[in-house]
């Protein structure tokens, strides 16, 4: 019994000398941090676009041409409608909203 203890102590022991000079323990989160080279989700969000894409057509535009582009539908003397029955379906939506505030379950 004796001899068992002492072996599996000199077991553990040698274990953690080997992994204190090897170094490379790792804690269970460090294994799924993305890799180095992936950029991160703030730096890419602060990243300026130079190239766009038309939401007219889809077609391939600078950063020049969409800011034009943009005035240009911004400044339409035509301002974009909804058909009668989509307008009273949402506003069936909101007043269905506003009753389900009071009545749960509508």
Known sequence: ????????????AGLLVAIALDGTVRSPGAIALPPPE????EVARAEIILEARSPVDGEALTAAEYALLE?????SEYPPTLSS???????????RKLLNTFIPFL
């Open 1 to 12: 019994m004796m001899h068992r203890s002492r072996h599996l102590m000199s077991l553990t």
């Open 38 to 41: 992936d950029i991160p989700e």
């Open 85 to 95: 029955d989509l307008q009273q379906l949402i506003f069936l939506l909101r007043v």
């Open 71 to 75: 005035a240009e539908l911004a400044e």
